[in-house]
């Protein structure tokens, strides 16, 4: 699809395919290309006008600098992209925008002691997502944000209330066992029941 909306000139699909290439660069381990190539992509939506989707490939992008170990940067994207769903009023990608947000926070204070205010602001961040997730039906966006904070929850200690959680939105689910998202969620379940 790349190939093609650059060989015709689709300019709408030529910066939504540029950045959905990026973040399957990320997936494998392609951490600087994947930048370049996601960033490239919200150029092109920009320099159409489009904003359609913008906030979702900030977040995309704030994954890769995560996964680049450039905490400081996804978060300041993230919160651009939450600025832009305000503005834009397009929600489709909300629930993940804060998820991620309150994993990137935790990566960002992993090399030193998580003080308090740390953790509580991530957990107020899975706890946001997994709001606007079940407001919007999204399970799989639910899922999502209730694994991060079952994680955050198990460091804290507090594994029956994890796996309470968890095993709630997981239980939901009645297909689709061979996807990522839930086979975290069944291995995180494994572990708290141990």
């Keep these: 699809m790349l190939r093609i909306s650059t060989e015709q000139s689709f300019g709408f ?5 540029a950045a959905i290439h990026g973040w399957a660069l990320a997936e494998t381990g392609q951490a600087q290309e ?3 190539q996601i960033r490239q992509g919200i150029a ?13 490939f900030l977040s995309l992008l704030a994954e890769a600098h995560g996964t680049a170990n450039q905490q400081e940067e996804g978060l ?5 992209a939450l600025t832009l769903v305000e503005r834009t009023g ?5 629930a993940e925008l804060h998820r991620v947000y309150g994993e990137l926070s ?3 204070a992993e090399p030193a002691i998580r003080g308090r205010p740390v953790l509580v602001s991530a957990e107020e961040s899975f706890q ?6 079940r407001r919007q039906s999204a399970k799989s966006l639910e899922l999502r944000a209730t694994t991060s904070l079952s994680r955050l929850l198990r460091k804290q200690g507090q594994n029956d209330e994890a796996r309470r959680r968890l095993a709630e939105i997981y239980g939901w689910f009645s297909e689709g066992f061979d996807t990522a998202d839930l086979k975290d969620a069944k291995v ?6 141990t």
Excluded: Y
């Design 13 to 17: 699909w030529l910066g939504s395919t």
């Design 188 to 193: 995180l379940l494994e572990e708290l029941a």
């Design 90 to 94: 397009e929600r489709f990608w909300e």
């Design 128 to 133: 946001k997502a997994i709001e606007i997730a």
């Design 34 to 36: 994947s930048l370049t």
């Design 106 to 108: 935790l990566r960002l």
């Design 44 to 56: 092109d939506c920009r320099a159409i006008g489009q904003e359609l989707e913008v906030s979702h």
């Design 76 to 80: 300041n994207l993230l919160t651009e």
